[in-house]
């Protein structure tokens, strides 16, 4: 089963199998994505906006030390952290 992730700001739909990283998948796809900290949850700066699919029962220990509850409410993830599982609209 394949999933589908809209990059809304680079107008890109992009099919692909579930369980890998939203920043993997990114990069894989030439959709630019900073990841200072190399992808170890440990920087911020991969921070996106799921505006669909985002599922906060997968929240990890480093988006909560990484993002505030009002963020996270917001539908803000770690790209780096966030393993890609069902039909998504990002804002990058
Ligand atoms: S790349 Fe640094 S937190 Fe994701």
Redesign the pocket.
């Known amino acids: 089963m394949v999933v589908k992730i809209h990059f809304k700001k680079s107008n890109k739909v992009i099919e692909v199998f579930p369980g890998n990283t939203l920043?993997h998948i990114a990069k894989e796809n030439d959709i630019f994505?900073?990841?200072?900290?190399?992808?170890?949850?440990?920087?911020?700066?991969?921070?996106v906006k799921i505006f669909e699919g985002n599922d906060l029962e997968d929240i990890s220990a480093?988006e909560y030390l990484?993002l505030s509850d009002e963020k996270i409410q917001e539908g803000y993830r770690?790209?780096?952290?966030y393993i890609v599982k069902e039909d998504i609209v990002v804002d990058r």
Do not use: F
């Open positions: 920043l994505m900073p990841s200072p900290c190399g992808g170890n949850a440990r920087c911020g700066g991969c921070r480093e990484k770690l790209a780096c952290s």
